[in-house]
């Protein structure tokens, strides 16, 4: 089994396989996500066929969620002791399982929200075990150079397929029955265990520990991980700065709908602002590579936080649908950025064998926010209005741009990628590196 050094891909699986990885990475990703949004739609919408209380729809929701507050950091340690491509299958076979058996209680007869709720819980589980796994795997199955690249067509993929169509599909297969909604997520399930097992290459961790060595208690291996990010200053700045940028835009996406309600927005134009949201994230992944050669990577983070600030503010000034929509793009051009120069980082610094808990511990860090930026957003706009809520995270937004521009500086990324291979790292502001 090849031997992964510090985020770098084998030498001979690059130079051989990297272009068939890449496919099957890419291809994986459009038809699991595009699954995803499918039980994304159906879920909730088979539960408001069984329940008339929102709470009890909402709670579909929740336990899709739960299990990245409940186990990804233990996740993690399994990921940085097991092989990554096959956690994925497991995970596909976890999705694959769970849908079946709601197709069977669908066939029978016997629908129940205890069973839409363990539904939920299942594909959450799984969600955490591929997402986690596959993060990890990508810098043994793609080159060096390429990382930019394929996280860049990667990051597009699952905004296209898990943004637009797979909800869009979802919909029209539950209006067609559900048991076709059902059965063609279980379709593209299997053929995503298929796809998998296409990647070459070796892919379980490598060990830094002598060999024979037993195991770690779990337990110590999770505070491993954890302070490994917390003592990485430019790591752990970027996962507290996603951390609030990930609250915001839970709070935009919650507070959104009373605010077309409030500025008397067409359903057509409250569908035009999201589907601007989601462009913008398409249009990023297309142009992250130009932006990074003409402006730097430490302009292009920077673009996510000056978008999400935009996002937030332009609501409060005006209610314009076409602005709030140039706003949207704007802040989902800047998350792509973000998303896809963050990975290639992460990628390039954490070493191997902590892959997993790294990526499980900034992934509870900055997704445990959007629960509470949610929550939080809701109280302020139920006691002050929804303008006082956009107020409020966009001045969360602008405080985090200093500790920003102090740490992720161009010195800090040169660290990360050599002279001659790193785009300009100049500052986003009038200073220069």
């Known amino acids: 089994m090849a031997t992964i050094e510090h985020g770098e891909a084998d030498p001979g699986v690059g130079e051989r396989h990297g272009t068939r990885n890449a496919r099957v990475l890419v291809s994986f990703t459009a038809i699991t996500n595009l699954a995803d949004g499918v039980t994304k739609v159906a879920l909730p919408l088979m539960a408001v066929r069984l329940t008339d209380s929102p709470a009890l729809v909402a709670g579909v929701g929740f336990t899709l969620t739960l299990p990245w507050l409940l186990i990804a950091l233990h996740v993690g340690v399994l990921v940085d002791r097991a092989d990554r491509r096959r956690l994925v299958s497991v995970a596909n076979i976890l999705r694959l399982a769970a849908v079946a058996a709601l197709l069977g209680a669908v066939a029978a007869d016997a629908l129940n929200l205890p069973l839409l709720y363990l539904t939920g819980i299942a594909l959450g589980v799984a969600e955490v075990i591929a997402l986690t796994s596959l993060t990890a795997l990508v810098p043994a199955a793609i ?3 390429r990382l930019e690249r394929v996280n860049g067509w990667v990051a597009g993929t699952e905004t296209v397929a898990n943004e637009f169509a797979g909800p869009a599909l979802g919909g029209l297969l539950v209006a067609i029955g559900t048991a076709v909604a059902l ?17 070459a290459g070796g892919f379980r961790a490598r060990s830094s520990g002598a060999a024979g060595r037993p195991a770690a208690p779990v337990r110590a291996d999770i505070m491993v991980g954890l302070r490994y990010l917390w003592s990485h200053r ?6 507290l700065t996603i951390a609030v940028l990930a609250g915001a835009w839970s709070a935009w996406l919650a507070v959104l709908p009373s605010y077309a309600q409030d500025a008397h927005l ?19 992944a297309f142009a992250v590579g130009p932006v990074n050669r003409l402006f730097g990577r430490r302009r292009a983070l920077f673009a996510d936080l000056l978008g ?28 792509t950025l973000w998303t896809v120069n963050s990975r290639t980082i992460t990628q390039l610094v954490v070493p191997d064998e902590l892959m997993g808990r790294f990526n499980a511990a900034a992934r509870l860090l900055g997704w445990g926010t959007l629960p509470l930026g949610a929550a939080l957003a809701g109280a302020i706009a139920q006691v002050a209005g929804v303008r006082v809520a956009f107020v409020v995270f966009a001045a969360a937004v602008a405080v985090i741009v200093l500790p920003f521009l102090r740490t992720v500086t161009p010195a800090a990324l040169a660290e990360v990628f050599p002279p001659e291979e790193h785009p300009r790292t100049a500052s986003p502001t009038s200073q220069s590196g």
């Open 143 to 145: 080159p060096r150079r």
């Open 183 to 199: 059965g063609t997520t279980a379709a593209a399930y299997v053929t995503g265990l298929l796809l998998i097992m296409l990647l």
């Open 234 to 239: 430019l790591l752990r700045t970027m996962a």
């Open 308 to 335: 999400t600030l935009v996002m937030m503010a332009v609501p409060v000034v005006t209610a314009n649908p076409w602005a709030v929509a140039a706003a949207a793009f704007a802040g989902g051009v800047g998350g």
């Open 266 to 284: 067409s359903d057509q134009a409250y569908g035009m602002v999201l589907s601007a949201l989601g462009l913008g994230g398409l249009a990023g």
